[in-house]
């Protein structure tokens, strides 16, 4: 696509950003392949903190995991069942997707099964799954509250009917559903209304790639069918929730970035961030193997928008919010409290550090029109809020320092070298000069 005219110059040039591989399907291609008869080939995945923790607890569990050339693909052999092993201590590290998604499948195996994970996972919650397990067989002991460290001691799950609150977490349901066709009867589940909504479709339409029979009821059930899956070859796309710190930098500098292979047909709701953007004032084109994004010189707010489904991405908006000609109201991600951090507390008080007027409330955060002030970042080592807060510290006079610029390692490592790269002409957060070598 040519969007430059010589008269325009660099500065309508397409900017093309390597945004590296989805962590969610990458760790859910992980758990299909472990649990499939035969050989997969995940090509392009994410290598990154969270994904090598499940890597690595894969391993643990008895089912290897090798590396390609420089990582270009991972080669997953599965026995076509849970895990191998007659038990194992699994850690999970910053890992979500580990701890919600391994305790069931390790519950079709045999044998003890200990998980346990940093200090910031330990405290967020797990009693609704461990609630399900529990309602279908599994022996679970966790700690007070329903959190790890856990101990799960398995003999198989005969499967069953089940309700599972997915209103704090996805990934409950998410977990469950990938485990229901290892069960000697299968599973109906049943939930109201899961939050972020795409990520179970994610998983659905992934465990049928494997092979799996998965039927949706018009009242929120999921009957699964038992059987195992297949081993199948994959390819990864880029993350649309990384993709979103770039496709915002673009709003707020007035470039056009471009991100490769995420398209209209992806699997990942949070490509849906553009919307947001446009309705903000951006130029956005979402074409079938691409999406691109054009700032136009200023934003537009005065509106609401539900954020629910793409809560990941909603700190990406949020923080650029100030710099729109209007108060925006972002709602619908109450859940986004009991994440890596309490993220609608985490943007506010930053925002207010940096000098922007927000409401919040349980559900909702409301960020004013503003001229935001250089300060210092508290990450609370979540990767989102250091990345979002970056792309920020692109439109503020003076440098944003971030307390905590490594945990973006936890899904993009690469993350302030690639800002670097594509915006060498602003100012960027902290010193991130200075970690660009690392990531080179």
Not at 70 to 76: F, G, L, Q
Request: net charge neutral; aromatic share 6%; glycine share 12%.
């Amino acid at each position: 696509m040519s969007a430059v005219s010589s008269a325009e110059g660099t500065a309508r040039a397409v900017l093309s950003a390597r945004v590296p591989g989805s962590k969610s399907l990458t760790n859910r291609a992980l758990l299909l392949a472990a649990a499939a008869v035969g050989t997969s080939r995940i090509r392009r995945p994410l290598v990154s903190e969270d994904t090598l923790a499940f890597r690595d607890a894969l391993n643990v569990l008895g089912v290897p995991v090798e590396s390609g050339p420089s990582d270009a693909y991972w080669e997953v052999t599965g026995a076509g069942g849970g895990p191998v092993v007659s038990g194992a201590r699994l850690w999970c590290a910053d890992a979500g997707t580990a701890a919600r998604f391994l305790p069931p499948f390790a519950a079709t195996g045999k044998g003890v099964f200990d998980f346990d994970a940093s200090g910031q996972l330990r405290a967020r919650p797990q009693l609704p799954l461990f609630e399900a397990l529990s309602g279908i067989g599994a022996d679970i002991a966790s700690a007070p509250g329903g959190t790890l460290p856990a101990r799960i001691r398995a003999d198989g799950l005969d499967g069953g009917e089940i309700a599972v609150d997915s209103s704090m977490s996805s990934q409950y349901l998410s977990g469950l559903l990938m485990a229901a066709p290892l069960t000697r009867d299968g599973l109906l589940l049943r939930t109201a209304r899961p939050v972020s909504r795409p990520y179970v479709d994610m998983t659905v339409a992934l465990m049928r790639r494997f092979g799996a029979r998965v039927t949706e009821g018009g009242d929120g059930s999921f009957a699964v069918a038992p059987g195992g899956y297949t081993a199948t070859d994959i390819d990864i796309e880029p993350d649309a929730s990384t993709a979103s710190y770039v496709l915002a930098a673009a709003a707020v500098t007035g470039r056009t970035v471009r991100v490769p292979v995420l398209g209209a047909g992806s699997l990942q709701g949070d490509v849906r961030f553009v919307e947001v953007l446009e309705r903000a004032g951006a130029r956005v084109r979402l074409d079938r193997d691409a999406v691109e994004v054009t700032g136009t010189g200023r934003l537009r707010g005065g509106f609401a928008v539900d954020m629910g489904d793409l809560s990941d991405t909603f700190m990406t908006f949020a923080a650029i919010a100030p710099l729109a000609d209007a108060p925006v109201t972002i709602s619908g991600i109450g859940h986004a409290r009991v994440k890596e951090s309490d993220r609608i507390g985490a943007v506010a008080a930053n925002l207010r550090a940096m000098g922007v007027e927000v409401a919040e409330g349980e559900d909702w955060i409301t960020v004013h029109p503003g001229r935001p002030r250089a300060a210092r970042i508290a990450c609370h080592r979540d990767h989102r809020i250091a990345m979002a807060f970056s792309v920020l510290g692109l439109a503020v006079p003076g440098t944003v320092t971030l307390d905590d610029p490594r945990c973006v390692a936890k899904t993009f490592p690469g993350f302030h070298a690639e800002l670097r790269r594509l915006f060498p002409q602003h100012e960027l957060p902290y010193g991130i000069r200075d970690m660009t070598k690392e990531h080179r």
